[in-house]
């Protein structure tokens, strides 16, 4: 059984494929430092570089994150785990990001602890500041099928996805929180400004002979956010067909990779709109800043008091022409398809 595991939690949309990506990568380098990422395509617990069906397992409804084999198999996935680690003697590290933002009940929490073989279990979690948090999930959701604006007004405190204080309390008081291991995903707050040296050094491993490749799933420009959502209109949504919503996703990272980007995804967002949220979080964040960051949090955390700008909400205006960038999307496909 292994001595520690350091559970890495999330949040979501806080460069957790780029770490996954990097822990798998440099599975060989991390044993040598004395740490073991379980990482077997054959392994049950384990699929698309992290460990999706741990979470899965504890889940009360089906998730569309794994494949249907793993969803078959999920009763058994915590024997697997234990198996794989029942002679090993190195630290632990699992990850999934889905930990934290689909396990919301004690009762799954507990379940959890009881079920992973370590004598002390570590959680490390990085926290994003919500205003850029509700932007990246945004993104991500229509590069899943969604039809959705962004709305300001769903970024609230009382959205368990984006109060990070509730969450942390909740895996502290199962898992103690002198086990929790909590950093903000900031890159001027990084180690390195990169998460992935963040997290090494945050758990003591040695980055020397590392390898370092291309970060993974970054949030898309406004342009192609905006022709998504009007194609999505006529592609498969998971709720009607997990197959037919996979070959979706193919049409969508397709065509993701010809649409010209224009306009950054922060720009969806006016200084009054970002102040009214933080406004919203400012009692939330505060607490939390004492609480696990020991004050440290950065300003962007925190309304600014010496703005003067009014809080309000702008009406929401398509960036772009969809039809002329349709256009010139097809374009880049068939010229590139005649050069090939």
Request: glycine fraction near 6%.
């Amino acid at each position: 059984m292994a001595s520690r595991i350091f559970l890495h939690i999330g949040g979501e949309k806080t460069g957790t494929t780029t770490l996954q990506c990097f822990l798998t990568r440099n599975a060989e380098a991390l044993k040598r430092s004395g740490f073991y990422y379980p990482c077997d395509g054959d392994d049950i617990f384990f699929e698309r570089e992290a460990h999706f069906p741990i979470a899965a397992r504890f889940m009360e409804e089906r998730a569309e994150f794994i494949s249907q084999a793993n969803q078959d198999a999920l009763p058994f996935v915590m024997q697997a785990l234990a198996r794989k680690l029942s002679d090993i003697n190195e630290r632990v590290i699992l990850s999934c990001e889905q930990l934290s933002s689909r396990l919301t009940k004690v009762s799954q929490l507990l379940a959890l602890r009881d079920a992973l073989p370590a004598d002390e279990i570590k959680i490390v979690f990085y926290a994003r500041e919500p205003s850029s948090l509700a932007l990246a999930e945004w993104s991500t959701s229509i590069r899943c099928g969604a039809k959705h604006e962004f709305n300001v007004e769903d970024v609230n405190p009382e959205k368990a996805y984006y109060n990070h204080l509730e969450r942390l309390k909740l895996w502290g008081g199962v898992f103690g929180e002198e086990n929790l291991i909590v950093r903000e995903y900031n890159r001027s707050r990084l180690v390195g400004a990169d998460v992935r040296r963040d997290f090494c050094a945050s758990l003591g491993i040695d980055f020397g002979g590392m390898r370092i490749e291309e970060e993974q799933n970054q949030s898309f420009d406004v342009q192609r956010l905006e022709v998504l959502r009007f194609i999505n209109c006529a592609l498969a949504e998971f709720e009607g067909s997990g197959m037919e919503w996979r070959k979706a996703q193919k049409v969508r990272d397709l065509l993701s990779a010809y649409i010209p980007p224009t306009g950054a995804l922060d720009d969806l967002l006016d200084e009054s709109e970002r102040a009214s949220i933080k406004l919203k979080f400012e009692a939330v964040n505060r607490e939390l800043n004492e609480r696990y960051f020991a004050g440290q949090l950065s300003e962007d955390w925190f309304p600014n008091l010496n703005s003067n700008a009014a809080v309000r909400r702008r009406p929401y205006k398509p960036p772009t022409d969809i039809s002329a960038v349709l256009r010139e999307t097809i374009i880049r496909m068939a010229g590139e398809r005649t050069v090939a």
